[in-house]
């Protein structure tokens, strides 16, 4: 499995940034998918997941600001990030698990990681 996230930068509170992961060595289109970010000295924290189904989950902080989306005939997994705030910063990380699993399971395929900073 391999997962390239892209997209990151470093922007100003109130703007947008749209992420991007590609998805290789697995059937995308039965797997959830979910972004993950972790910022300096804190753990790690869900941002959204979206089901193999198209179904979405997101994080109280992100609510109304950011949108999961998948596009399977291109094995992607993006993240729309509207109205920025600077507690966003963080490195951002796209994790996929089978459709199957159990949802207390922890996503066994992780990325890189690509960074988003939002200045105030």
């Known amino acids: 499995v391999h997962l390239v996230e892209s997209g990151g930068d ?18 995308f289109s039965d797997n959830e998918m979910a972004w993950y970010r972790q910022a300096p000295g804190k753990e790690r924290e ?13 994080a109280n902080s992100v609510k ?20 920025l705030k600077p507690e966003d910063t963080a490195m951002y990380y ?9 949802p207390k399971a922890d996503f066994g395929s992780w990325g890189q990681g690509t960074q988003v900073t939002v200045s105030s």
């Open 94 to 102: 796209c994790a996929a698990r089978p459709a199957d699993s159990d």
């Open 64 to 83: 109304g600001r950011f949108t999961i989306s998948r596009d399977n005939a291109e094995s992607a997994l993006y993240l729309q990030m509207n109205n």
């Open 10 to 27: 470093l922007v100003q509170a109130g703007g947008s940034l749209r992420l991007s992961c590609a998805a290789s060595g697995i059937i």
């Open 46 to 58: 869900l941002v959204a997941i979206i089901s193999s189904g198209g179904s979405t989950h997101y």
